[in-house]
């Protein structure tokens, strides 16, 4: 296991609530920390599903399983949690789902993989390398207002149509935008001027609305919570983690059940079709991670946790 830590721990594995004979669901598995801290409170009889997309994070799930038989592994997209439950034979039964969405400490980590301006590397972004078209090979095709309209709705960027303009003025010049720094340089280029100061990069809005486009992380995510009623025993809980505003409103009027709850959603092209099925309740508002922690791990910073239970 690697040297990542999780966020909110304690708090996660309190909402999930572990018993000796439970069936839990860790749908992005990441390097395991939320999932080990269960299986250490739970008995020899319990069971856990590791799902995640992420091939390196498979091959820690899969070491993990070779040593505790309880674990059960599925290379899949999180999205597809309902066929994977179903699969084990677990479905209705199931007594916590944890989702921790978003980017991993792991896959920040790594240049290579192209989620981060910190360190120069390739302009990939996807979860999972193998599959599908990377950020250079889209934003070497799509039309401007594609772009635009990216930024905008998955990064809520002001500076979008700046941005979106200045990449295809870029991509005119012949050079392909390739790598996370130049990225990275042409974004801060276009939005300088926006703004007061702020200790927030300028391409950090671009850099993530690229990624969840990519990744379909919306779409994924719709997919998840339509599949979550009909998983979980009565009384059994969806433990979510995110860190992206659309995502966190989403789950939020999942778990509400409240038609009016996300109103202004409704012009997204997937969030908007998230729709509450009254089947989920909200056991406590929702938390942050305490100062500590974020000193400590600031990727905790813009966490938020949700927790709702399935009606009995």
């Not at 990216?150 to 979106?164: H, K, M, Q, Y």
């Not at 989920?280 to 508002?285: F, Q």
Request: proline letters at 6%; a positive charge.
């Amino acid at each position: 296991m690697s040297n990542h830590v999780p966020v909110m721990l304690e708090e996660v594995v309190a909402a999930v609530a572990p018993r000796a004979q439970g069936r839990y669901v860790d749908c992005t598995f990441g390097r395991g920390g939320h999932l080990r801290a269960v299986l250490d409170r739970i008995g020899p009889s319990g069971r856990a599903l590791a799902i995640d997309r992420d091939p390196q994070a498979v091959a820690a799930a899969r070491e993990l399983a070779r040593s505790d038989p309880r674990v059960s592994v599925h290379h899949v997209r999180f999205g597809e949690v309902g066929a994977c439950v179903r699969a084990a034979g677990l479905a209705g039964g199931v007594d916590a789902v944890m989702m921790d969405l978003g980017v991993s400490s792991p896959q920040l980590d790594q240049p290579d993989r192209g989620f981060s301006f910190l360190n120069d590397g390739p302009l990939d972004m996807r979860m999972d390398p193998g599959a599908g078209a990377s950020a250079a090979e889209w934003l070497a095709s799509a039309p401007e207002r594609e772009i635009e309209r990216v930024l905008r709705e998955f990064g809520e960027e002001r500076a979008a149509r700046r941005i979106a303009r200045a990449i295809v003025a870029e991509r005119r010049r012949g050079a392909p935008i390739a790598s996370t720094r130049r990225l990275a340089a042409i974004v801060a280029g276009a939005a300088r001027g926006r703004g007061g100061r702020t200790r927030v990069h300028p391409a950090t809005r671009t850099f993530q609305a690229i990624r969840v486009h990519v990744n379909e992380e919306l779409a994924e995510l719709e997919r998840a919570l339509a599949a979550i009623p009909e998983l979980l025993a009565p009384g059994g809980r969806l433990v979510v983690l995110a860190f992206h505003s659309l995502e966190d409103r989403m789950v939020k009027r999942f778990m509400r059940g409240d038609d009016s709850a996300c109103a202004r959603l409704r012009h997204l092209p997937i969030a908007g079709r998230v729709r509450p099925t009254g089947a989920m309740t909200p056991l406590m508002p929702a938390r942050r991670a305490h100062q500590r922690e974020i000193a400590a791990n600031p990727r905790a910073r813009s966490a938020v946790l949700r927790v709702a239970e399935r009606r009995r």
